[in-house]
């Protein structure tokens, strides 16, 4: 697995954030630093599609994200903590919109990454009656369970109680996790993980 990004160029109206980027990431956790406004988020957004690049060309494999955009995003899942998209679904509808997207999916596996951040009870609730925390984990949930290739998780503890922040670097860190997948996080504070490679912006 590796996530490939050349000569990428991004701005907003106001902000040139990146000028001829390139970055190659292969299997593993990547830590993504910068000071606040550095563009971390922004690049999360971009390598998952979430965002149009304004020039440059980026790979997952031999995926190439502006060729074939619908296979490259069933490849990756972007895990923002943004506000729901769709507010006016469910925990579980949220949830198996998602299975139906990515078709291979091992529900006992959500199921139990379900229990282990105790969202169960939550499942009949609407998404926006979850709290920040509990939203969080429903994303974390999703990123641990679905069958990607790239992840993408801004902040991955932001939010989390402590017994959360231990489960979550204990999954992450798993061997088999690290050799299938490429991992891309940003964190302000020292993730505690194995890895691959350190980027600063
Ligand atoms: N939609 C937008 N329109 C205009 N400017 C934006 C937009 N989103 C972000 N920016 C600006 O782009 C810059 C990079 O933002 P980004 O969120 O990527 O930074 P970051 O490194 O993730 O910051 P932080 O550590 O604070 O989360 C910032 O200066 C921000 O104000």
Redesign the pocket.
């Known amino acids: 697995m590796e996530l490939s990004i050349e000569q990428l160029t991004f701005e ?4 040139p ?1 990146f000028q001829q980027f390139g970055l190659t990431l292969s299997a593993g956790i990547t830590w993504l630093r ?12 971009l390598a998952g599609g979430a965002l149009t690049p304004h020039g440059g060309r980026i790979w997952l494999d031999d995926i190439e994200l502006q060729a074939q955009p619908l296979a490259y995003r069933l490849h990756c899942y972007y895990c923002g903590g943004d506000t729901p998209q769709l507010p006016w679904l469910t925990v579980q509808e949220i949830l198996d919109m998602h299975v139906g997207l990515y078709a291979s999916t091992d529900i006992a596996l959500l199921n139990a990454q379900l229990q282990a951040f105790h969202l169960l009870p939550t499942l009949d609730q609407p998404i926006t009656t979850l709290s920040l925390g509990q939203h969080k984990k429903m994303q974390l949930a999703l990123a641990l369970s679905l069958p990607v290739r790239l992840l993408l998780i ?2 991955p503890f932001n939010g989390l109680d402590v017994d959360a922040v231990a489960y979550l670097r204990q999954q992450l860190a798993a061997p088999e996790r690290l050799a299938r997948q490429t991992i891309l996080l ?1 964190s ?1 504070v020292d993730p505690q993980l194995p890895l691959t490679q350190t980027v600063q ?1």
């Open positions: 907003y109206a106001s902000h954030l910068g000071e606040n406004g550095a563009g971390k988020t922004t690049l999360l957004k801004d902040e940003t302000h912006l």
